[in-house]
């Protein structure tokens, strides 16, 4: 018996999220005494790259959704807007700034639906609640990406950096909030004549 194999490849490219695609045709000839036989076919091997631009756009999708939810969840009755627009900055320093602009947008709207809550458990509520949105959002992005090809390490390094920055600029955003809040709550107390309260955040 002879076996004889030939192979051809074809190969092409899609900018959006770097699939390439090989076809390797097959061809063997299997010859016994009574016949030759001829098998042929295609084996098609896809590779699928993650760029920064597809992952952003998975992170946009993936951060509006859990927005949404966080701010219906809160009985707020808005949805996002894009956070990621095409033709904006897209350093994990401009997407992250824009990220918690809109989201501490809605602080004063959280206010207003919980009203029976003093001043530091409202802040407290609100931070919790864009955190955990922010959280739930990057997680989500991450598993869709890794589900549908390979990450590139700039890309994966980009996102981890964007949620590290979104993360501290909340923080920091929660600390001003404390100290206005601190500041008012001092000053209404010695216009009172009452003895000022020092800390209200442990």
């Known amino acids: 018996m002879q076996v004889g194999t030939t192979q051809s490849q074809d190969q092409s490219q899609s900018l959006s999220a770097s699939v390439s ?18 098998m042929s076919g295609d084996f098609l091997e896809i590779n699928i790259e993650i760029n920064g631009d597809f992952a952003d756009r998975v992170l946009q999708d993936s951060l509006e959704k859990r ?13 996002t807007e894009s956070l990621l627009a095409s033709g904006q900055d897209m350093s994990p320093e401009a997407v992250s700034g824009r990220i918690v602009d809109f989201a501490v947008s809605f602080l004063g709207a959280f206010k207003d639906n919980n009203l029976d809550e003093e001043a530091p458990e409202q802040l407290d509520g609100f931070v919790s609640l864009i955190k955990g949105a922010v959280e739930q959002g990057f997680a989500e992005a991450g598993n869709i990406l890794k589900g549908i090809g390979q990450i590139t390490g700039e890309a994966q390094s980009d996102m981890d950096e964007t949620f590290n920055l979104t993360m501290d600029k909340i923080d920091a955003f929660a600390e001003g909030e404390r100290t206005l809040i601190e500041a008012t709550m001092q000053q209404q107390q010695e216009e009172e004549g009452e003895e000022p309260v020092s800390m209200l955040f442990k």
């Open 67 to 79: 927005l949404n939810e966080a701010f219906e969840t809160a009985g707020l009755d808005m949805s």
């Open 21 to 38: 695609i090989t076809k390797t045709h097959f061809e063997k000839q299997i010859t016994t005494a009574e016949r030759a036989l001829t």
